[in-house]
């Protein structure tokens, strides 16, 4: 019932900036938490950032701390992360994901991801 759909996504270079947006629809309720994941090749997918109904952000990797911004429309179920000073080490395929349940590090409904690659 529920869909989420990123986009965004792209080829820049280092140092460049990228926005992601994801929309959810179905039904889904504006309580829960919404956020984003990565996954880069060969590695294990890690949480970003989340985000409350109310608001409130948190941040999980310690590399884009200050690079990263991650917010959300309520109302339209649409979470945003704002990716600034990309490295190449942020290439991953990012997974939005809706409801997530942190003590699993995971989430009960996600997005089809989109790739982000940053180039040397």
């Known amino acids: 019932q529920v869909q989420l759909v990123e986009s965004g996504g792209g080829l820049v270079q280092a140092g460049g900036s990228l926005r992601l947006s994801c929309a959810a629809s179905?039904?889904?309720?504006?309580?829960?938490?919404m956020g984003w994941f990565r996954q880069a090749p060969g590695k294990e997918r890690e949480l970003v950032a989340c985000?409350?109904?109310?608001?409130?952000?948190?941040y999980f990797t310690d590399s884009e701390k200050g690079r990263f911004t991650i917010s959300r429309d309520s109302a339209k179920n649409t979470v945003y992360l704002q990716m600034n000073s990309l490295k190449p080490e942020d290439t991953a395929v990012y997974y939005c994901?809706?409801?997530?349940?942190?003590?699993?590090?995971?989430?009960?409904?996600w997005g089809q991801g989109t790739q982000v690659t940053v180039s040397s």
């Open positions: 985000i409350s109904w109310s608001g409130r952000s948190t």
């Open positions: 179905g039904r889904t309720f504006i309580t829960d938490d």
């Open positions: 994901a809706l409801d997530i349940q942190l003590a699993a590090m995971t989430a009960r409904y």
